[in-house]
């Protein structure tokens, strides 16, 4: 009985947990999404549910100097068209990030080792991404403590393999409820905020670096919905990664 108690509790916080990210994520919809002339740098997040890319059309598009691409989830998963994609985006001469879908269900060693089994070290790619949201994830909310160890001994395990910091990918909910006044307590990180709703709160974009605008964008060459991001125009830390947006 007190097993099925402890499963009831556990289901009900992540219920809550999700209730809320999804609230937060949807707050203000919809919304003027941000122009190229305050936002200049913009991108692209995709993984295999975007099928297959025609990386020669999104090059053609201004609004797409940069794409994250989903590489691994959790110990042992890795995304089916990342080695596609990572090889094509750079052949079309597009920045190129990988993300690493953080599973609160396994330890952040085990996870780091499938990461690093699965992504390339490049000087010209972006920090390795950390997705850390409770939207299809497993069913366990981790407390502060044990989210930070796990997360350090995440990038114990990188070492420092992958150039510069590590991007945190998160919502606003997430923030308020684990970095918020606890930032000493993971390691330094650039931020990379999903609001769909609103424009980032945190300091007018000098305390983030990337902006996830909206989850439904068209694109040419991408069949379907894809994820659209900005670069804070103040962000310094990699946009010499960036070259001059080409002539039109």
């Known amino acids: 009985m ?10 009900v916080i992540l219920t809550v947990a999700v209730t809320s990210y999804l609230a937060y994520d949807r707050a203000m919809a919809p919304f003027t999404p ?17 099928g297959a890319v025609d990386w020669r059309a999104l090059a053609r598009q201004p609004n797409v100097r940069f794409a994250i691409m989903k590489a691994t989830e959790g ?14 985006a750079k052949d079309a001469g597009i920045v190129r990030g990988a993300y690493h879908f953080f599973t609160f269900c396994r330890p952040g060693r085990e996870q780091a080792r499938n990461l690093m089994a699965t992504v390339p070290v490049e000087a010209d790619a972006l920090p390795i991404a950390i997705d850390l949201e409770f939207t299809g994830n497993c069913g366990k909310v981790p407390t502060l403590d044990e989210l930070t160890a ?13 150039p510069g ?3 945190f990918y998160l919502n606003q909910q997430f923030f308020d409820q684990y970095l918020k006044g606890n930032e000493a307590r993971f390691p330094d990180h650039y931020l990379w905020l999903r609001s769909i709703g609103q424009e980032p709160r945190q300091n007018d974009c000098r305390d983030w670096s990337i902006w996830q605008f909206a989850d439904n964008g068209t694109l040419n060459g991408i069949q379907g919905p894809v994820d659209l991001n900005a670069l804070c125009p103040s962000e310094t830390g990699f946009a010499h990664l960036l070259r001059a947006a080409p002539s039109s």
């Not at 941000?34 to 975007?50: F, K, M, N, R, V």
């Open 150 to 162: 796990e997360i350090n001994a995440f990038l114990d395990e990188l070492n420092g393999a992958y």
């Open 34 to 50: 941000p122009t190229l002339a305050d936002y200049p740098i913009q991108g692209i997040d995709i993984s295999h549910h975007q």
């Open 2 to 11: 007190k097993t099925l108690c402890r499963a009831i509790l556990a289901l």
């Open 165 to 167: 910091r590590p991007i």
């Open 75 to 88: 110990g042992d998963h890795r995304d089916t068209r990342f080695a596609e994609n990572w090889k094509a």
